[in-house]
């Protein structure tokens, strides 16, 4: 009787180890294998608090203080790159969202005002312009993700918001997301940058959605701008991006800008 305990109890661990080496071996990717509907609202800027800042996309032109970029009901479905190179694919499992290597392709954002490419990307620019007379501190961005009727998409959707040196604007103005990943949950992934599914450096996503554009007594002066672009996807690396929870669409995206005068 012992033995056959024994027998039992090593089987049921075996049988438990493998469970966890297939939860650990499936849970860094995550897509879809159908067509879903998860959409992108309009996504919005403004200034604060009777600030001298302008904004504009990346026509760098129309400076203004709110900021419409003009998105609305658009599918979007998963993707994942750094910002400089990016892929799309489809699982080869509804329910782990395994990747099938074979449908990985890249999806390449376009510098175009407002355009979602392949309907896998929002890739465009926030950039500020001090249109006052005096210098100004402590400018900020803060922005808001509303999950409130939007907790699935929430899970996966991403953010970045990528300073940037604004010297031209080209196909190749794009930059490495680094450090400047937002979601409401921690989550840390590798993000795919090849067809060949090679990923890229690991990316722990911030989870406060605040951007401090000057520190400490750094100040932008009159006519001074500063460039950012702008990215907003569904990841697919991220282990809640599985059919059972598409069908969402992104959680409305505002930000705010705010700064304070110098006192001369």
Not at 7 to 35: D, E, N, P
Not at 84 to 109: C, E, R
Not at 233 to 254: H, M, R, T, Y
Request: overall charge negative; glycine content about 6%.
């Amino acid at each position: 009787m012992k033995t056959t305990s024994r027998k039992r109890l090593l089987i049921s661990s075996v049988a438990m180890l493998l469970v966890a080496m297939l939860a650990l071996g499936t849970a860094t990717f995550a897509w879809f294998t159908t067509s879903t509907n998860p959409y992108a609202d309009n996504f919005s800027a403004k200034t604060t608090k009777q600030s001298t800042l302008l904004l504009s996309d990346s026509s760098r032109t129309g400076w203004t203080s709110h900021l419409d970029y003009n998105v609305g009901n658009k599918t979007m479905y998963p993707a994942s790159g750094n910002g400089t190179s990016w892929v799309k694919g489809t699982a080869s499992n509804s329910l782990t969202g395994v990747i099938d290597q074979n449908t990985l392709q890249a999806v390449a954002p376009s510098p175009a005002q407002g355009v979602i490419p392949s309907d896998y990307l929002f890739a465009q620019e926030l950039n500020l312009k001090n249109n006052g007379t005096a210098d100004i501190k402590d400018v900020s961005i803060d922005f808001y993700l509303n999950t409130s009727d939007n907790k699935d998409a929430a899970e996966y959707a991403r953010v970045a918001l990528v300073p940037i040196d604004g010297t031209k604007v080209t196909a190749d103005d794009y930059v490495a997301l680094g450090n400047n990943v937002y979601s409401t949950t921690t989550k840390t992934y590798n993000p795919i940058i090849k067809t060949d599914g090679t990923e890229g450096t690991q990316i722990s996503t911030k989870t406060t959605f605040h951007v401090d554009v000057t520190t400490g007594d750094e100040v932008m002066k009159p006519d001074e701008v500063r460039y950012y672009k702008l990215y907003v996807w569904f990841e697919g690396q991220d282990e809640n991006c599985v059919d059972a929870l598409s069908g969402q669409k992104i959680p409305g995206l505002k930000f705010d800008v705010s700064s304070t005068m110098v006192e001369e």
